[in-house]
C-alpha cells in the first residue's frame, strides 16, 4: 500500500512539472504588445535632427533615467539618441566605459556641443520590432546588439522608413527584464502550489495506508475465539 503512495505522488509530480512546463512555453511566447505605454516605463521624446545636442540631453534629463530621443528629419526617424550616446558625444569614458573626467572639464566639452546637431552622435543603426514580437527575441536581439531601447512600430513598417506617426512606444531593456523576472517568480510560486498540493494529497494517501495497514495488523493479532 505505501508503494502505491509513494508512486501516485511520483506521477502526481510528474505532472505538476509538465503543467508548469506549458506555463513556461506560453510566458516564453508573450510578445511585446502587452508592455507598449507602460506608466512606469522610462519615457521617450521625439527631436528634430538639427536641434543641438547639449539641449537635447538637458530635455532627457528633465524626462528622467532611462529616457531617449528619437531623431526625426523630414516626417522619419533618422536616429536614436540616449545617455550614451550624450557620454560618448563628449568622449569622456575610456575603453573600460569609466568615466573619468574632470567636472570642469566636462562643462567645458558640454559648451563645445551646444551648437552641435544631434544628428552627429545619434545611433542610425536602428532595431526595430512590431507588437507581435516575443519578449524574449526582443531581449535577445538587443543583447546581440548591445542596445538598450527598442523602438515598438506598426506592421509593415520597414527599418530604412520610419514615419513618426509609426512608432507606438519605445521599450528599454530593464522594461523588458522586468516582464520576464515577473513571469519567472509567478511561475515558480505556481510549481511551489501545484507540488505543495501533491504532496498534500499524497500525505494523506499514506496516511490511509498506513492506518489500513495498523489495523489490518490489530486483527490479526487478536486471539481468535474457540
Known sequence: MRTAGVLLLLVARAVAVAQ??????AARGADVSSLLLAKDAPPWIVVDADEPVGMVANRLVSAGRGSCALIARDGFIVGI???RDYLAALNVCDEEDECVVELEELERRTVE?????????ATSDLLIVEPSCSVVRALSSMAARNFR???????GTR??????????????TSTLAEHVQRDSEALQRKYEARLGGVASHAQQGAEQDALAAAAGASALAVPQAG
Open 20 to 25: 508548469i512546463k506549458t506555463f513556461s512555453s
Open 113 to 121: 556641443l551646444i551648437a552641435s546637431s544631434v544628428s552627429a552622435f
Open 81 to 83: 539618441f540616449t545617455e
Open 149 to 155: 531601447h527598442l523602438p515598438v512600430v506598426r506592421p
Open 159 to 172: 527599418a530604412e522608413a520610419i514615419p513618426v506617426e509609426a512608432v507606438i512606444d519605445v521599450l528599454a
